[in-house]
Nanobody, 122 residues
């Protein structure tokens, strides 16, 4: 079975940093584009970033561009999201998600992890 397990969330002050990880199993991780999403309390799912299969191409939502960085280590089946210059409005549950096809380059996904909570508060 495909599994995605996020970790690394926590409580941080505005301006702080966190590094989220997503460990993948049950599929050929190195073949798939991966997305990050987030969901703030009372709001819908928001796309955050994506990275192609070999890590050479990334894309970011305008709300996080220049502050967040996604990367991956295919040898470790792990996806990362570096969160810098955090703002209160970045508070959300963060999810990694697997593309439905090896040819995908979109917000589509077929499997999502259980999420890791990021709380930004003074």
């Amino acid at each position: 079975d495909v599994q995605l397990v996020e970790s690394g969330g926590g409580l941080v002050q505005p301006g702080g940093s966190l590094r989220l990880s997503c460990i993948a199993s049950g599929f050929t991780f190195r073949a798939y584009m991966m997305n990050w999403f987030r969901q703030a309390p009372g709001k819908g799912l928001e796309w955050v970033s994506r990275i192609n299969s070999d890590g050479t191409r990334t894309s970011y939502a305008d709300s996080v561009k220049g502050r967040f960085t996604t990367s991956r280590d295919n040898a470790k089946n792990t996806l990362y999201l570096q969160l810098d210059s955090l703002k209160i409005e970045d508070t959300a549950m963060y999810y990694c998600a697997k593309a439905p096809s090896i040819f995908s380059w979109s917000n589509d996904y077929d499997t999502r992890g259980q999420g890791t909570q990021v709380t930004v508060s003074a």
